[in-house]
């Protein structure tokens, strides 16, 4: 039996184990996967290999850790410095990143997005940056504070710390920050948070399982919004596609992964 992890410092409310262990059990894979508290992401690797896993997913806030803990990281992650996929080829700790082409999935069916405003400047927030930036997308990050800002600073894109913010009007605002996730905090102040609201089209928070603060204002004012479940779900697809080394169908892991999150 192959098996797999989330690591996370909260990691008790993760559906990725009832994702992929859907997919493994419906679709006959010998597999298992299981959650892992990580306080300390020093030791990601060192209990990697501890518990013998032959995959795994990396989330808040040991992305950027498990970037440097890899012995190769490859494609998108390589550009950005953060792994969300973890692989053990032969010993190796192989680093990925899913989560830009999971979210970009999951907004398909928001039309004609071109100016979008980032709140936060972590792992996910460079993450969908840059990808958007690719995409040839106009990018502002909004940050609480300064320091995270400066790997944002060397791109074309506009870098704001709450104090220094000038509002405009968006096609999307995402929430990128871990506010509300295990509290029930804004990305912002309240205010700033409502001037930004009344200038955009749509908005998306990358967490899910709840209706965070954030998203109670944007549904309040009537604004097309979504949670991150589907992201969860597109980047969860494409990890337990490298998990399970491509051999069960795209289509198979996608329907499976879906089924779980009506249980
Ligand atoms: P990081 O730890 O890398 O970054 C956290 C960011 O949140 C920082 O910019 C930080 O600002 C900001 N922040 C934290 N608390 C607050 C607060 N109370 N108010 C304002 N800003 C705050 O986190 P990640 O990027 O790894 O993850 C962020 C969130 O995304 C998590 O909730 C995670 O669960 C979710 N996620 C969901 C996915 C999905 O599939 N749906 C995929 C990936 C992530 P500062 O720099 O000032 O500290």
Request: proline share 7%; charged share 30%; aromatic share 0%.
């Given at each position: 039996m192959r098996l797999f992890s989330i690591f996370g410092?909260?990691?008790?409310?993760?559906?990725s184990p009832l994702m992929h262990n859907s997919v493994f059990y419906h679709l006959g894979y010998d597999g298992a996967y299981i959650r892992t508290h990580l306080e300390?992401?020093?030791?990601l690797k060192e209990v990697f290999f501890a518990q013998k896993l032959s995959g795994a997913n990396v989330t808040v806030p040991h992305k950027e850790v498990a970037f440097t803990l890899c012995d190769e990281v490859r494609g998108f992650a390589k550009e950005i410095g953060v792994v969300n996929t973890l692989i053990n080829e032969n010993g190796k700790l192989i680093g990925y990143n899913t989560d830009a082409d999971g979210f970009l999935y999951a907004i398909q069916e928001f039309q004609n997005i071109q100016n979008i405003l980032i709140l936060g400047a972590g792992g996910t927030a460079k993450a969908l940056a840059i990808k958007f930036l690719q995409e040839k997308k106009k990018v502002t990050i909004l940050n609480?504070?300064?320091?995270?800002?400066q790997y944002f600073q060397q791109f074309p894109m506009q870098c704001f710390t709450w104090e220094k913010y000038q509002n405009q009007s968006y096609d999307l605002v995402i929430n990128t920050t871990s506010?509300?996730?295990?509290?029930?905090?804004?990305?912002?102040p309240k205010e700033m948070i409502e001037n930004i609201l009344q200038n955009t089209k749509y908005v998306a928070d990358v967490i899910y399982g709840k209706l965070t603060p954030f998203l109670q204002l944007a549904k309040e004012k009537n604004i097309t919004f979504k949670d991150g479940a589907d992201m969860l779900l597109g980047q969860g697809v494409l990890a337990n596609e490298l998990f399970v080394q491509h051999t069960l169908k795209r289509e198979d892991i996608q329907r499976e992964m879906e089924k779980s999150f009506q249980l």
């Open positions: 410092n909260p990691v008790s409310h993760s559906r300390d992401g020093s030791k609480r504070s300064a320091k995270r800002l506010a509300g996730l295990s509290d029930e905090a804004l990305p912002a």
